[in-house]
T-cell receptor, first 119, second 112 residues
Framework: GAVVSQHPSWVICKSGTSVKIECRSL??????MFWYRQFPKQSLMLMAT?????????EQGVEKDKFLINHASLTLSTLTVTSAHPEDSSFYIC???????????????FGPGTRLTVL | QKEVEQNSGPLSVPEGAIASLNCTYS??????FFWYRQYSGKSPELIMS????GDKEDGRFTAQLNKASQYVSLLIRDSQPSDSATYLC????????????FGAGTRLAVHP
């Protein structure tokens, strides 16, 4: 149980284009999903917290107009990188927090990640 | 500033030995602590969570928590080459709206 999927697993795009990444919780409902970014040899940096049915909360320094997050249902959150540039090339990982109370609700399960390369 | 500190390593241990990974955190009010394993090019995989002082064992893994010292550790017994990965310590800080703060990770290398 507690499986999180991401699509696509990798994407290469031209500078200036937009890229959408999907994050799905497959066998549980997630009231909260998180989006992280990881540059090579660095740790995960939280970009934003996404709550179903409400606006995402962005971390300091993350441009909300550039990284659009939509959490339309309890099983799907999307991250759109708008007008991508080479410096946006990174490994983007989502995680989902269980909505069930029978399991510690603060446990986060990670998707497999999406590697974005902007040329 | 909320911080989670780990030695970057690499920590090199022989196969069959005990690997000891350490983590300190800055927020005394933190209640939830996690260890994740990350293989190169992959996303983190949850190994263990710990919430109370003391030890928590799961197979070859033992997590240890000392809130007074703001210290959490992970012991891996009978280390295997397949355990070679980066181990991330994550802390849910008090008042953090369920946000996890990750350490930079410790790279573990288990050699045959």
């Amino acid at each position: 149980g507690a499986v999180v999927s991401q699509h696509p697993s990798w994407v290469i795009c031209k500078s200036g284009t937009s890229v959408k990444i999907e994050c799905r919780s497959l066998d549980f409902q997630a009231t909260t999903m998180f989006w992280y970014r990881q540059f090579p040899k660095q740790s995960l940096m939280l970009m934003a917290t996404s709550n179903e049915g409400s606006k995402a909360t962005y971390e300091q320094g993350v441009e909300k107009d550039k990284f659009l997050i939509n959490h339309a249902s309890l099983t799907l959150s999307t991250l759109t990188v708008t007008s991508a540039h080479p410096e946006d090339s990174s490994f983007y990982i989502c995680s989902a927090r269980l909505a069930l109370t029978s399991i510690p609700a603060d446990t986060q399960y990670f998707g497999p990640g999406t590697r974005l390369t902007v040329l | 500033q909320k911080e989670v500190e780990q030695n970057s390593g690499p920590l090199s241990v022989p196969e069959g030995a005990i690997a000891s990974l350490n983590c300190t955190y800055s927020d005394r009010g933190s209640q939830s602590f996690f260890w994740y394993r990350q293989y190169s090019g992959k996303s983190p995989e949850l190994i263990m969570s710990i919430y109370s002082n003391g030890d928590k064992e799961d197979g070859r893994f033992t997590a240890q928590l000392n809130k007074a010292s703001q210290y959490v550790s992970l012991l891996i017994r009978d280390s295997q080459p397949s355990d070679s990965a980066t181990y991330l310590c994550a802390v849910m800080f008090s008042g953090g709206y369920n946000k996890l703060i990750f350490g930079a990770g410790t790279r573990l290398a288990v050699h045959p």
